[in-house]
């Protein structure tokens, strides 16, 4: 009986301690490593007039926005975002760059 109710105790105050932040990070603290692992460069296309990009499935073009990230830039195999005041940049994998 006593290491039932132990078990319950842990589990129940266990489970409340995983919306814990971190004390000694500054509020200020922002992470782009989550924007950077939802966000998926699929392809460019650079062309005289236009440049565009495909990330997650959604062509964007420079200025647009995706999952709350404003595109700043496209470039020959990357685009530079912006998100929540930081700039991250997505980079196409070496394999799926096509040189033409």
């Known amino acids: 009986m ?3 109710v132990v078990i319950i105790l ?3 105050f266990g489970a409340q301690c995983w919306g814990l932040q971190d ?6 603290f922002s ?5 950077d692992a939802t966000l998926t460069l699929e392809s460019v296309l650079l062309g005289p007039e ?3 990009a495909v990330i997650n499935g959604k062509v964007v073009a420079e200025g647009d ?3 709350g990230a404003q ?3 496209i470039g020959k195999n990357s685009v530079r975002l912006r998100h929540r005041g930081e700039t991250v940049e997505l980079v196409l994998r070496v ?3 096509r040189q033409e």
């Open 2 to 4: 006593f290491k039932s």
């Open 10 to 12: 842990l589990v129940f």
């Open 23 to 28: 004390p000694t990070r500054p509020a200020s």
């Open 31 to 35: 992470s782009s490593a989550s924007v």
């Open 50 to 52: 236009r440049k565009v």
């Open 65 to 67: 926005s995706v999952s």
């Open 71 to 73: 595109v700043i830039a």
């Open 95 to 97: 394999t799926a760059i």
